[in-house]
């Protein structure tokens, strides 16, 4: 709605305007009186006004100071633009008329108020706000299309390698350096939830410039980069140290920062974007840091070549009854002990020869585990899955212990037939039944993934199709009777219908089970040899 402020020191004018605007312009207006200038002033910085009806003469403040103060001052919060004015008087006196020339007042009505002349002014003045607000969105359009064009411009110049002398100039007016506060700050910021997943860009967008606002920082750009990072560029240096500061006292736990060097030419904006994110790399190491300088990384760090030997005996060791060798092993190849002085560039070459050496190799090897284990290989395949370094340890931790586990019962049903003899024996004496893998490997006591591929290793076939075999070798010797409908043959050996019973008989023989059973009334098929 409108917001339209009735100004007149004679209350009966005052009520007059009130019901005329409302019955002629039902539901348009927010309509608020006051008594005199003074009143009407408290009321406009409260809670602004778009329209502003107001007489000349009144007590305590008139409407030409009135009109000063609100055409001069600050405008109120959320106000967009200065209210249109229209004034009130019951004198022709040609110095308000220059106040209402000088203030740009909408209209100059003399009392008594004819209402045709105030409905034209108040139809005036909503066509003077509207055109006010379509200029407006057109100019929010037109800023935010500039705002992002230069932000993707300042992506690309963050990682150009270096600039030409000649290609400046051009860098400088694409991203509006000219605009920025120096010396700036660059701060890349990311949002981890405890399970390693990360907070959505826009999301984090919008909780990273607010925050920095609330901080009283001073914001030159910002953007989200290539990897979903949100990069500030700004000032001064304490303001880094507030936001995160804040992030502690809301309890945003996830929220990292890495902090680069002081910058202030356009050749730096680069350079401190590579100290912020390398930067930010290092909160993986640091449980406890939420923000971290490139200052304090200058440091010379440790750096060695990947433990290739002690990942390949990581790998030999897994399913050998020596699982209290793991832990042991795995803080020796990461090198535990120097963690807080180790290039993070070893952990990511380490984990990457991890999940080659020893990971890929053990599914390659022997197959697919259970899904828990399957969804832990997957999360601790990346480093960046994780918020800090322990976190991903324990994990890999975890999944090498599971590893271990797996790989011994899968050797264990590989060298010994036993629970495979019984297996087979079982499927041979309940095929009649509805009967699934999950029902067999309980029955050996054997994990269903371990048991999958244990059978096939020992009767070379997998599960589903061993058992469809038994059934219709069944069936074969129930058509040689000839007593039985294909109905009660298919039912005796376990299919749910005749139809999936004909379907797998076909699939296996080659013929229907009619063709079949016609074949052997007609003396073609030798029963001695065809059901062996």
């Not at 139809?123 to 407006?136: F, I, P, T, V």
């Not at 803080?331 to 990971?359: C, G, K, T, W």
């Amino acid at each position: 709605m409108t917001k339209l402020l009735i100004v007149d020191d004679e209350k009966n004018i005052r009520i007059g305007l009130k019901t005329m605007i409302e019955r002629e312009f039902p539901g348009l207006y927010d309509l608020t009186t006051a008594a005199q200038g003074a009143e009407a002033l408290e009321l406009y910085r409260a809670q602004g006004a778009d329209i502003m009806i107001t007489d000349i003469r009144m007590p305590v403040m008139d409407g030409i100071a009135l009109i000063e103060q609100v055409s001069e001052g600050p405008l109120p919060a959320g106000q967009i633009g200065r209210p249109l004015i229209i004034i009130l008087s019951g004198y022709e006196d040609f110095r308000y008329a220059k106040a209402a020339i000088r203030y740009q007042a909408v209209d100059y009505l003399l009392k008594p108020i004819r209402r045709d002349e105030l409905f034209a002014a108040l139809r005036k003045c909503q066509d003077n706000l509207a055109k006010r607000s379509h200029m407006a969105e057109q100019m929010a359009a037109t800023e935010s299309y500039r705002l992002q064009v230069q932000s993707v411009r300042l992506q690309e110049l963050l990682l150009q390698p270096e600039l030409a002398g000649e290609d400046l100039g051009i860098w400088s007016t694409e991203i509006g350096f000219d605009q920025y506060a120096l010396p700036f700050w660059i701060a890349a910021l990311t949002y981890k939830n405890v399970d390693g997943s990360r907070m959505k860009k826009e999301d984090l967008k919008s909780l990273a410039e607010h925050m920095f606002e609330s901080v009283d920082g001073v914001l030159s750009a910002s953007l989200l980069d290539r990897e979903g990072r949100m990069i500030l560029v700004g000032g001064p240096r304490s303001k880094f140290e507030d936001l995160s500061l804040l992030a502690a006292e809301r309890e945003l736990d996830g929220m990292l920062i890495g902090v680069s060097q002081e910058g202030s030419r356009l050749t730096d904006l680069a350079l401190c974007y590579r100290q912020a994110c390398e930067s930010l790399k290092y909160t993986f190491i640091y449980p406890k840091t939420r923000l971290i300088w490139y200052d304090d990384m200058k440091m010379k760090r440790l750096s060695y070549p990947v433990p290739k030997e002690a990942i390949r005996k990581l790998g030999n060791i897994l399913g050998t009854n020596r699982e209290k060798e793991i832990g042991p092993l795995l803080q020796e190849i990461f090198r535990i002990d120097q963690l807080p002085e180790i290039d993070i560039s070893y952990l990511e070459a380490v984990s990457r020869h991890m999940n080659e050496q020893v990971l890929d190799e053990v599914f390659r090897v022997y197959g697919e585990a259970s899904v828990d284990v399957l969804k832990l290989y997957r999360k601790v395949g990346d480093l960046s899955n994780f918020c800090h370094f322990h976190d991903y340890f324990r994990s890999l931790e975890q999944l090498l212990s599971d590893l271990d586990e797996y790989i011994k019962e899968v050797r264990s049903a590989h060298s010994e037939h036993g629970d495979m003899k019984e297996a087979v024996t079982y499927i041979e004496n309940h095929y009649h039944r509805q009967l699934n893998m999950a029902i067999v490997s309980n029955h050996v006591s054997l994990n269903y993934s371990y048991f999958s591929e244990a059978f096939k290793a020992y009767t070379g076939e997998s599960f589903v199709t061993y058992l469809k075999k038994v059934r219709i070798r069944k069936a074969k010797e129930l058509l040689g009777k000839g007593s039985l409908k294909l109905s009660e043959i298919g039912t005796a050996v376990g299919f749910e219908n005749t139809r999936h019973f004909s379907r797998v008989f076909k699939e296996l023989e080659g013929v229907s089970p009619q063709e079949y059973r016609a074949k052997l009334a007609a003396g073609n098929v030798r029963l001695s040899g065809a059901d062996s």
